[in-house]
């Protein structure tokens, strides 16, 4: 197999491990062409695919930090909390 892809097997010591490692460094990535908007809707257009991998890494990335999270567990924690 690897020498179908023009490398021979004594290059590639690490089997499974070393050629999925090859692949990733040497091949394109693959680009998706579709994905869904907020609401479900198919997006094909690649200026709308593109500008929702920036909102959807913009809301994953942009989290609050730990202290903001703590404090609002607290919070939460005190709602439940029976009163006496």
Same mark, same amino acid.
Request: zero cysteines.
């Given at each position: 197999m690897?020498?179908?892809l023009g490398m021979a097997p004594e290059v590639c010591h690490g089997g499974? +491990?070393?050629?999925a490692t090859w692949r990733l460094c040497n091949e394109p990535p693959t680009k998706i062409h579709v994905v869904r908007n907020e609401d479900g809707k198919? +997006?094909? /257009? &690649?200026?709308? @695919?593109?500008?929702?991998?920036? &909102?959807?890494?913009?809301? @994953? +990335? /942009?989290r609050p930090h730990a202290e903001q999270k703590a404090d609002s567990v607290s919070e939460v924690y005190q709602s439940f909390r029976p009163h006496h």
């Open positions: 690897l020498k179908s499974m +491990l070393g050629y198919m +997006l094909t /257009n &690649e200026k709308e @695919v593109r500008q929702r991998w920036r &909102e959807h890494f913009a809301e @994953v +990335l /942009n």
